[in-house]
């Protein structure tokens, strides 16, 4: 189970203070899919960030599985089942696909048949993918695919992925939320998606609607997605009001 | 094993050439400390000691199919320097992969340096991989230099592909090549080096895109690290209709300083050649991205590096 108290994060510039997360509290019981979603800047991946250690809370606690993870690293916290898919991955001269899936796997050397399954799942066929470096000569899609598909391999307890449909076509889309659904349907992870998708919401146990810092809303897809539909927790313009 | 051979020499060879125990298959001249510790010919590969300067002259019979051909050079001598004259004659249409490569293990005080000018001169049509590793270690304070001289000419049709290495504890490197490619004949050039310490490396290549049809290609990647030195100038000059392509990457790390002068030179307009330099650290966000699969972020750097070398 993943428990987040109070956790804020503030960064301050030119002696100004920025309350990004102002004080979030959020449980989310094992097996567990939930999509953050919200408008813009509303904070949804500063939450992912801060829960992964890509960022350091200014206040508050994260703990997983029972244990306080707030002092450990970005390492440890990997090392304890935690993995986070970037909405912009990186990209890396002279690593190849192959070898990425088998650092993500933990595996000194992943069996050619485990890559090529990984990525089956994303949408990529492996004998066209496998040996190729994971530089600027992949497409953004095909770079956001292979990142879906080194989270798939460390099997992780956590998954937070950050808009993993970002960038990827139509027709792969529908194989990523089929494997999303076949992985929710083991639950053997809790997942995180950071997502606007009708169709990843469509999957969701429960949505959490992150807007200015805070979680404005919370509860069932079925419940909370038509009301964010109809416009009554869009975030009003100013000028408008 | 060969008996003219103790560890340490076996040692050196693997790292610079992959030869377990001393041995390699196809034909073999292993120079140790200036003499001759072992050499075997084929049917393809003929390999004669020069007579008017120290090195050898290495046959390649026209036609030859997937000839091999190691030539290694050791020195674990301190103080032991020496300019060494290869040249490599490779008979039309043959292919051949030949292996190099320097290892110096120096204990003492005294300066050990190998300089080796290697000249190939490669007929219509053959198909050449040459690949040199330059390697050193060795606790004393003795210097551990090579200056590699590498000229190539290619007729008509021929193809070089040229990997160069320096693995690690090379104190300081002068290294010059040259290759001009005749009508439809094709080089690609990859060059790795690493330095730390106070190392100091210099690379001055230059490829002559001579022939309508030409095509060459330098790839260069390079991580200096500590307070090593490096500096490159690649150069490809277009004389005809041709394809030329330089790309140099270069990580920088610590207090390091690298120079990377790429240079291209059309002497026709129908020549077309670009090229690409970059200088930078270790890209933050690929850390995160390996830490977030596990690595320590010295883990990390090292995977970066190595898969940037590789």
Sequence with gaps: MLELRHLQYSVTENAETNDIIKDVSLTVPDGQLLVLTGPNGGGKTTLAKLIMGLLTPTAGQILWNGADVTALDLTQRARLGISYGFQQPPRFKGIKVGDLLSIASGKKLLRRTEACALLTQVGLCAADYIDRDVDTSLSGGEVKRIEIATILARESGLMILDEPEAGIDLWSFNKLTETFSALHAKRDATMIIISHQERIIALADEIAVVDHGVITRRGAAAEVYPAIVSGAYNTACPARQ | ?310
């Design chain 2, 1 to 310: 094993m060969n008996e003219a051979l103790n560890s340490i020499d076996t040692a050196l060879l693997e790292q610079i050439a992959d030869m377990k125990g001393g041995q390699a298959p196809g034909a073999v001249n292993i120079r140790k400390d200036s003499g001759c510790a072992s050499r075997i010919t084929t049917d393809d590969v003929d390999i004669r000691s020069k007579t008017d300067k120290p090195g050898i002259d290495i046959f390649i019979r026209a036609g030859a199919r997937k000839a091999v051909c190691h030539i290694p050079v050791i020195i674990t001598r301190s103080g032991l320097t020496e300019t060494v004259y290869n040249d490599f004659y490779i008979g039309e249409g043959a292919e051949c992969t030949i292996i190099a490569g320097c290892g110096i293990h120096n204990c003492g005080e005294d300066e050990s340096r190998h300089d080796g000018v290697h000249t190939f001169h490669i007929e219509k049509g053959a198909r050449v991989t040459y690949v040199e590793k330059h390697y050193g270690e060795g606790d004393g304070g003795g210097k551990k230099n090579m200056n590699p001289q590498t000229v190539a000419y290619l007729a008509e049709g021929a193809f070089l592909k040229m990997d160069t290495s320096q693995i690690k504890g090379i104190d300081s490197t002068k290294r010059d090549t040259r290759i001009v490619c005749g009508p439809g004949a094709e080089t690609v050039v990859t060059e790795r080096l690493q330095t730390h310490g106070e190392q100091v490396a210099e690379s001055n290549m230059e490829i002559v895109l001579d022939g309508d049809g030409a095509r060459g290609r330098v790839i260069s990647r390079s991580v200096a690290q500590e307070r090593s030195r490096q500096v490159f100038y690649p150069k490809m000059t277009g004389n005809a209709k041709c394809f030329g392509h330089v790309q140099c990457d270069s990580i920088i790390m610590d207090d390091a300083r690298i120079s990377s002068i790429p240079a291209i030179v059309a002497n026709s307009t129908e020549a077309e050649l670009i090229h690409e330099a970059a200088i930078g650290k270790i890209a933050g966000d690929q850390l995160l991205k390996l830490q977030t699969l596990g690595l320590t972020r010295e883990e990390a750097e090292e995977r970066i590096l190595k898969g940037f070398l590789a």
